[in-house]
């Protein structure tokens, strides 16, 4: 199974981002969506940005993944 995980676009030079990603910051390359400006989330994916989606569909999807993780922990 492929996941891809939300991340905020903070800075970017050229076909280059700097995300964080649930508060750990990524360089990952937005060649797949040239158009996204600083301070849109996008989902990345094998540190390629592939998508961009808004505000409430970044923070549900984290929320979500934060569940997840917290559930293998307490196994």
Known sequence: ?????????VSMDGSIAKVDMMGNERVVSIDLVPEVKI??????????????????SA???????????NAYEEE
């Open 39 to 56: 301070g849109e989330y996008v989902l990345v994916h094998a540190g390629f940005a592939i998508g961009i989606i808004d505000d409430e």
């Open 59 to 69: 923070k549900e999807t984290e929320e979500l993944l934060l569940e997840v993780a």
């Open 1 to 9: 199974m492929c996941l891809a995980i939300p991340a905020k676009v």
